[in-house]
């Protein structure tokens, strides 16, 4: 089963505005990342949380991260059309392996 | 410093006949995973191999799927008698170390086409 749940399943804002991506989890994790992808194409690196981080920042993007609540949240800052894409959260699934359990996204389309 | 490359990005196939997907990690990277996005879903864990050993196939199909990782070339996921429902875009990702805090650098991936 999906470890990671996106909310909303879709944003449409207008430029300039910011949006905000909610993702929540299941199980323990080591640390939380955020990917996009652009429509038919592949995923993009944005953000990688640490288990004992709160917050962190890059660029426009401000992510945060609740242990206690299983969830994280993605805000992007000023956006622009070039920001629509779908949006993952993915999380480690144990100690012991490395592969990532990925959300089922948001998609986010900005408006000029 | 190429990042990964997957090849064909395209590839379509008849029912019955074979998928060869290949993906060259990352200079410098030795492990590498395997994930398959269905239309509209997030991606799903397939496999994960080192060099020359399958680490965690817990995410593969029994039958039909395999995937290897030489010590030299890239890794190949094989897909044989392919079916209907293997339609999907294949990801393939590489890091540099196991363990903790590492990213996974994902490839542009391959869309397969089952008629």
């Known amino acids: 089963s999906q470890q990671g749940e996106e909310d909303p399943q879709a944003l449409s804002i207008q430029e300039g505005e910011n949006a905000t991506m909610n993702c929540s989890y299941k199980t323990s994790i080591n640390n939380l990342q955020w990917y996009r992808q652009n429509s038919g194409r592949g995923l993009v690196h944005l953000i990688l949380i640490r288990s004992n981080e709160r917050e962190k920042h890059s660029g426009r993007l401000r992510v945060t991260l609740d242990t206690s609540k299983k969830s994280s949240s993605l805000l992007i800052t000023a956006s622009r059309a070039a920001d629509t894409a779908s949006y993952f959260c993915?999380?480690?699934?144990?100690?012991?392996?490395?592969?990532?359990?990925f959300g089922t996204g948001t998609r986010l389309q900005v408006f000029p | 410093n190429a990042g990964v490359m997957q090849n064909p990005r395209h590839l379509v196939r008849r029912r019955g006949q074979e998928a060869r997907l290949r993906c060259s990690p990352m200079?410098?990277?030795?492990?590498v995973y395997w994930y398959r996005q269905l239309p509209e879903e997030g991606l799903k864990f397939m496999v994960y191999?080192?060099?020359?050993?399958?680490?965690?196939e817990s995410g593969m199909p029994k039958e039909r799927f395999s995937a290897e990782f030489p010590k030299e070339g890239p890794s190949i996921l094989r897909i044989q008698q392919v079916v209907r429902g293997d339609s999907a875009a294949y990801f393939c990702a590489s890091s540099p170390l196991a363990g903790n805090y590492n990213e996974q650098f994902f490839g542009p991936g391959t869309r397969l086409t089952v008629l």
């Open positions: 191999l080192q060099k020359e050993n399958i680490i965690d």
């Open positions: 993915a999380t480690d699934a144990s100690y012991n392996t490395d592969k990532l359990i």
């Open positions: 200079k410098g990277h030795s492990h």
